[in-house]
């Protein structure tokens, strides 16, 4: 599985990084093989919503080679999906398998028209602002409607990457990856822990 980390100016990182942190163990573990992962963007260098600068060796890509892109949120998505050059690019990952999003990166997703008929969740102070890209805002922690996979507001992240790893595993790994990050707090679809 390669994946692609959409990276841009003002996003906010916990929503990157739970999930890369929690589904880059399926690797580890071997509970996936030949995973990989790229971070793109539209420039070679981006800094987050609290000044870290992040350093990005792939600059607008083809998409379309991925199996996953995961695009994070933060205030900037709010201008971002008007921005025509970023939400091209973004569309050249029409045909890739997986597509997941977390905060407003759901209005990312919305703006290159993958929520079309879809159910979505973002940050709950954008409830009203992802509701024109797809059928129904769902105010829940991540939602799931096919390959599409929303997360909620920033620590939602770390949710939506364990569910994300038992839509694609088991239970079994899903624990694996809790203990490996300590975080007791994922309950697993059957309503276990």
């Not at 509970?31 to 539209?42: G, I, V």
């Not at 800094?47 to 998409?63: A, E, F, M, S």
């Not at 998505?77 to 970023?86: E, I, W």
């Not at 797809?134 to 909620?152: A, H, S, W, Y």
């Amino acid at each position: 599985m390669r994946m692609a980390y959409i990276l841009f100016d003002k996003m906010t990182t916990l929503d990157f990084v739970g999930f890369y942190e929690a589904v880059t163990w399926m690797g580890i573990l071997k509970a996936k093989e030949n995973m990989s992962w790229d971070f793109c963007s539209n420039k070679e260098q981006i800094t987050d919503d609290r000044g870290l600068t992040i350093k990005i060796n792939h600059v607008y890509p083809d998409l379309s080679v991925y199996d996953l892109i995961f695009i994070p949120g933060g205030l900037s998505t709010r201008q971002l999906r008007y921005d025509t050059d970023f939400i091209t690019w973004i569309h050249t990952a029409r045909d890739v398998e997986y597509k997941v999003s977390v905060c407003t990166g759901a209005l990312i997703l919305g703006a290159a028209g993958f929520l079309n008929g879809k159910r979505a969740t973002t940050n709950p102070s954008a409830y009203e602002l992802l509701t024109p890209y797809c059928t129904e805002v769902i105010k829940e922690r991540f939602v799931r409607d096919g390959n599409i996979f929303t997360g909620g507001g920033v620590s939602a992240s770390i949710d939506l990457g364990l569910y994300f790893i038992e839509s694609l595993t088991n239970e079994e790994v899903v624990q694996q990856v809790q203990e490996k990050m300590d975080y007791p707090y994922y309950t697993s679809r059957d309503g276990t822990r």
